[in-house]
């Protein structure tokens, strides 16, 4: 399994950004893809995830209504839209894939990219 992120960038407060994370050999006991980011300084953490066969959506508190994770049609690919973005939200994106009971349990995925950097001005 290989996960390729990209579409990061600089953008300004209140901008948008379209980060999108390509699959291969993405097979079926994989159920759930998901975004992490780590600030400088901090840990890395959940951001969105969905389920690959329902569509079904989680999102950390502080993005809720701000970013949108969605899928393709062949499942293999996901996006994370990020619409107002924030300076908070500056940080190395990644994408991760796995078999996941829980959308936000970062040790239950087990495939990861190569992160994408988001960088927000003030």
């Known amino acids: 399994v290989q996960l390729q992120a990209s579409g990061g960038g600089l953008v300004q407060a209140g901008g948008s950004l379209r980060l999108s994370c390509a699959g291969t050999g993405v097979t079926y006991s994989l159920n759930a893809m998901g975004w992490f980011r780590q600030a400088p300084g901090k840990e890395r953490e959940f951001v969105a995830g969905i389920r690959r066969s329902s569509g079904a959506t989680f999102y950390t508190d502080s993005v809720k209504g701000r970013f949108t994770i969605s899928r393709d049609s062949a499942k293999t690919t996901v996006y994370l839209q990020m619409d107002s973005l924030k300076p908070e939200d500056t940080a190395l994106y990644y994408c991760?894939?796995?078999?996941?009971?829980?959308?936000?349990?970062?040790?239950?995925?087990?495939?990861w990219g190569q992160g994408t950097l988001v960088t927000v001005s003030s």
């Open positions: 991760a894939a796995g078999s996941v009971s829980i959308l936000t349990r970062e040790y239950e995925y087990g495939y």
